[in-house]
């Protein structure tokens, strides 16, 4: 039966062609690209929206043959695309794949690669976009940016519409030293238009819709200030642990892995103000404004703003769930958070005063990602009366993830002779609106990528006022060891200890104990 084009595809081919396009993958035996990246051009293929010149250079330090690496980005599309393999399609995808390998430093084998990417356009007659996709371990960043600069590969086509860019994958940096230093060598190399920092997290289909609901309904903006909101809530909780990742991990820890970047997104685009226009820079800036505009965080003893904690052993779904320092590869001695929970306030008129509640963890409860807005109560006298009403606030849950959804709580007159309430709910469900299977985040990005547009990726700016934030807090955590780490059972809410940032204002976290 063929398959239905989703609605998000209706539109794009008409307006937004792909130049010729050769995408070459730094960390092409890595687990993101055969988990994400390779099922998306798979899939953006089966969508017909991949130009009809298009190759794939897979490139690592290790040397396989281009039939070894096809053969195993054929079991990662088996595996990890959303569709199922169409012989056909995949064998054309297939064909324009191959495979170079060199160190990451050695300008020989970019070198090389350009030879290559160079015969490609000789053969075809005109000229390709070149993509370089870095998906390697951030220690390899800088060395790979050098490099494309040395070969001319970053150079190639300037000035035209079949000018090279660069896509990086996250951590950008490490703190706010390490990003401004990566970004000195990034922008060293490559115009900033030729640059796409990606999160994933702009990629998801419910974290683009959140402009459209603020500034596309005339309902919501107007109350979306500190004069209706009380509090803002943003969880991102993983029920998964660190798996295989745990040398990445305890390196990293949950504000640099989560916080820093996908959950900031999220504050961005709840918090900022409407832009002047939809192009990147008029988005990106506001996106900027507001970060910069929270209030720096207290690491004040007790009182401080934020809390930190791993997590010790638990359970999963029911079964017995390791501690954190008990998962391969973490050490015994780890101080690493697999959670961080903080509160600001925004200091700008529309947010003054209201707190911002984040928290991001491994192996919570269950897999949830939202943002709700919880309103202020009516100052009508009208149900006012203790005990009697039980008027409850109402709340605005985006759901990012899973369920994709809004829900709006209000109160509700329980049927009777008598005047009581109930707080109920009004959903909206993405898959019950659109159906499921929307596109991947990765496929969006990738995509725009190609196109040149940048609206969905981080601008240097922005990953730097980012970092400005947590530096501090991370220099605090480096210097304080494991004093202060708190612990929370494996598939709970987190700690205690979190409770605390919320008790001041009297608030809680929408799920807890
Ligand atoms: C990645 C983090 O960026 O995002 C992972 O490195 C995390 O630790 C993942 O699991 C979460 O992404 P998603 O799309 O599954 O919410």
Not at 309 to 322: F, I, P, R, T, V
Not at 459 to 469: K, M, N, P, V
């Amino acid at each position: 039966m063929e398959e239905k084009r989703h609605p998000f595809l209706e539109g794009l081919s008409k307006h937004r062609g792909v130049e010729p396009t050769v995408v070459v993958i730094f960390g092409a035996s890595g687990d993101l690209t055969a988990r994400k990246l390779i099922p998306a051009i798979y899939n953006l293929s089966v969508d017909n929206l991949l130009p009809n010149d298009f190759y794939l250079i897979g490139f690592g330090r290790k040397a396989i043959s281009d039939a070894a690496f096809q053969d195993a980005m054929d079991e990662a599309i088996k595996e990890h695309s959303r569709r199922p393999l169409k012989e056909d399609i995949w064998q054309r995808v297939r064909e324009c794949m191959s495979y170079n390998s060199s160190d990451y430093s050695e300008v020989d084998g970019f070198v090389t690669l350009a030879e290559k990417i160079d015969a490609m356009e000789a053969s075809l007659g005109r000229k390709l976009q070149r993509i370089f996709y870095i998906s390697t371990p951030p220690n390899v960043f800088g060395p790979i940016v050098d490099c494309l600069g040395k070969s001319g590969l970053a150079k190639a086509n300037l000035g035209t519409s079949t000018a090279s860019k660069v896509i990086i994958e996250k951590p950008f940096g490490r703190d706010l030293a390490s990003a401004q230093e990566l970004n000195k060598v990034i922008n060293g190399v490559f115009d900033e238009s030729q640059v796409f920092r990606i999160d994933h997290y702009l990629g998801k289909e419910t974290v683009q819709d959140l402009l459209v609901q603020r500034f596309a309904n005339a309902i919501f903006e107007p109350i979306w200030n500190q004069e209706y909101v009380e509090c803002v809530q943003i969880t991102v909780a993983e029920q998964l642990g660190v798996g295989s990742r745990g040398g990445y991990y305890d390196d990293s820890g949950a504000l640099r892995d989560m916080i820093q970047n996908h959950t900031m997104q999220l504050v961005a685009l709840t918090a900022m103000e409407p832009p002047a226009s939809l192009d990147p820079e008029s988005i990106r800036d506001e996106k900027v404004k507001v970060i910069k505009a929270i209030q720096p965080l207290s690491m004040e003893r007790d009182k401080g703003d934020v809390v930190r904690a791993q997590y010790s052993s638990g359970l999963d779904n029911g079964e017995a769930a390791k501690a954190y320092i008990d998962e391969a590869g973490i050490p015994q001695d780890s101080s690493t958070e697999t959670y961080a929970a903080l509160r600001f306030t925004i200091n700008n008129k529309r947010w003054k005063g209201v707190p911002f509640y984040i928290r991001s963890g491994k192996r919570m409860a269950r897999r949830t990602s939202e943002i709700a807005i919880r309103f202020k109560r009516p100052p009508g006298i009208l149900f006012s009366e203790e005990g009697r009403f039980n008027v409850s606030d109402n709340t605005m849950v985006i759901q990012i993830q899973p369920n994709e959804g809004v829900t709006l709580v209000m109160n509700s007159k329980i049927p009777g002779l008598e005047t009581r309430m109930q707080p109920v709910k009004m959903h909206f469900r993405y898959a019950t609106t659109f159906g499921s299977n929307t596109p991947e985040a990765y496929e969006r990005l990738i995509l725009d990528a190609m196109i040149g547009d940048g609206t969905l990726f981080i601008r240097g700016d922005e990953t730097e006022a980012s970092w400005e934030l947590f530096s501090p807090v991370l220099d605090h955590w480096a210097k304080s060891g494991s004093e202060g780490l708190e612990s929370y059972a494996a598939g709970s809410w987190g700690p205690k200890a979190s409770d605390a940032l919320l008790e001041e204002k009297d608030h809680e976290w929408r799920h807890s104990g």
